[in-house]
């Protein structure tokens, strides 16, 4: 039987070859590098011109606070994220770099993946699960669009959500300043399509239409030159310095809101953890002044003005939440989170980080009950003790 296996294989491999050889830099990858500073070094080592790295802020470890109250049994799972490490960020110059799809991933010039620049959500910065990154699943590439002139990749995955667009996207533009001083020396930016946000946010950055390139599933450009800065840290937790970039650059744009100092969010049109007792919920808030607010229902600057005159935030977790970021320091933040099943990761800490990095006043409360038509926190309704935010109000309010 082996015998029969091995002859079988010796007559395909060269018709693969050849099919492999016709495809070129459409066929698989041909392999991986795990950081993109390594790449640098390694094309330093074997001569190829032109790469360029720029490292920008050095790693950094910080320690976060904890929430301030009502986090109940959930103070393990803040204890172990406390202490959180920000990698380096730089920028990568890559002569005939290669971007593949509206995940941002990244392609170096010898057809091979860089990890570290080309964030998966299902597979994160785990460098043991790369063999599930999308670049691995793809035998075949779309056809290459040839684009000329200098490109910076502002595209990642997941960056059509309010959040990881705002905090994962855009701080890149700060990198590339930084790294070619100013963002008028770049033809042309890669960037996610679909949302409004996205669009309104870099009209407020000096991103015109005319130098984005829109991604889709089936996008692969080649260009002259590939600027890749780096992620701004590790997905969820969003640096202190991409959150004060974003104050900087677009709080002035915020439009007075008239929605007052007490502010709760609603979820609006969703199918994912819908808060069942919300109108219960609404009951108490309105005794102590709040107003309800669907940021979905707002343009960009209106939200900004929204948050930034609010004094007190209650919401449950969700995108809208991303509006911290223009919370000035001190507000304080009521977040209603998921029920958390002990033994599962513990995702729903995004806003938590936020916070820290935007110096709030976080706290926290976890849901009564989930519903249990979902395997995954992450779409299941909840419910909450209106009682318990009823006595968070009276201390804190």
Known sequence: MNRVFLRVRKCLRPILRLVLRVLGRRGPVRGVYQTSRDYAERSREQRENGVRYAPIFPEEITERPYPLSLAGDLQGEFSKLRLHTAPECFVLGIPKGR????????????HKLLFDVSNQMSVRRDFAKV????????????????????????VTAAGGNYFHWLTEALPRLRLLEIAEGGIDRIDSFVVNQGASFIGESLD?????????????????????ELLVPSLPGVTLNPPRWACSFLQERMLPHGAPSGK???????????????????????????????????????????????FRDAEV???????????LLWCGS??????LLPLHRPGKWFWPYCYWALSAS????????????????????????QSFSSTEIRQWLEHHV
């Open 99 to 110: 971007v593949l799809s509206n995940r941002g991933t990244v392609l170096t010039p010898g």
């Open 131 to 154: 063999q599930f990154h999308q670049a691995f699943q793809r035998n075949i590439f779309p056809p290459i669009r040839r684009v000329q002139g200098r490109v910076a990749v502002l």
């Open 204 to 224: 407020l950055l000096g991103v015109p239409l005319s130098r984005r390139i829109d991604t889709d599933w089936n996008t692969h450009l080649k260009a002259d």
């Open 260 to 306: 007052g100092p007490r502010i709760y969010i609603r979820r609006g049109q969703t199918n994912r953890r819908f808060v069942r007792n919300e109108e219960e919920i609404l009951a108490v808030l309105e005794d102590f002044g709040f107003v309800s607010v669907d940021p979905g229902e707002f343009d960009l600057k209106e939200q900004i003005a929204i």
């Open 313 to 323: 935030i209650v919401g449950s977790h969700g995108a809208a939440l991303a509006n």
């Open 330 to 335: 001190g507000t304080k933040v009521l977040e």
């Open 358 to 381: 935007c110096d709030l006043d976080y706290h926290c409360l976890q849901s009564l009950e989930t519903d249990g038509d979902h395997d995954k926190e992450l779409y299941a309704d």
